[in-house]
């Protein structure tokens, strides 16, 4: 079992009578992790194109999907069907190996790093942050990157609103800014 979960599952008494729940089956939980790169000036660079998805898919365990252009936009010089980036959805196991190694290895590799910020929640019990370099990464050499890319990861919950949401992260052990702690 993962140490997350296992911490999760000794933590959840304290998370219920904080959120003020009788059920253990009322608890948040973590349902998925979606991981996007979008392209931006990598555009028409097919060899750093195809670096992104493999390093993404180093990171993340998954083979990433493509996502493409719905229509033209010729203020983006963006054309229907181009590739504009490439996601991962992480789920069960991964999910939680992905989350366990964000947490043990990713955010204390950061430059700098004081906290996330709490401001990524979007009143639905979903949290959003952004990554500004993917060699933050231990699966990731530093030497081998020619050029850094940013990463917005979203972690889905079943939670209803934010304060379930911050209770199940501080519980997995997520290190929000202290200023913005409640």
Do not use: C
Not at 35 to 55: H, P, R, S, W, Y
Not at 152 to 176: H, K, N, W, Y
Request: charged letters at 25%.
């Amino acid at each position: 079992m993962n140490s997350l979960r296992e911490k999760y599952t000794q933590n959840q008494s304290a998370i219920s009578t904080t959120l003020g729940l009788k059920n253990v089956m009322e608890l948040p939980k973590l349902k998925k992790i979606s991981v996007n790169i979008g392209m931006g000036e990598l555009k028409g660079n097919d060899a750093l194109q195809k670096q992104v998805a493999e390093i993404l898919s180093i990171i993340t365990g998954q083979k990433p999907v493509q996502t493409r252009a719905k229509r033209a936009i010729a203020g983006f010089k963006l054309r229907e069907n181009d590739v504009i980036g490439y996601r991962v959805t992480l789920r069960g196991e991964r999910m939680y190996d992905f989350l366990d190694r964000l947490v043990t290895y990713v955010f204390p590799r950061l430059r700098d790093f004081q906290g996330i910020s709490s401001t990524g929640f979007d009143r639905h019990g979903n949290f959003t942050f952004g990554l500004r370099e993917q060699t933050v990464f231990p699966e990731v050499p530093y030497q081998g990157a020619e050029k850094t890319w940013g990463m917005q990861i979203t972690l889905v919950t079943s939670a209803t609103d934010d304060a379930g949401a911050r209770a199940l992260l501080e519980a997995f052990g997520f290190p929000f800014t202290k200023s913005a702690a409640k």
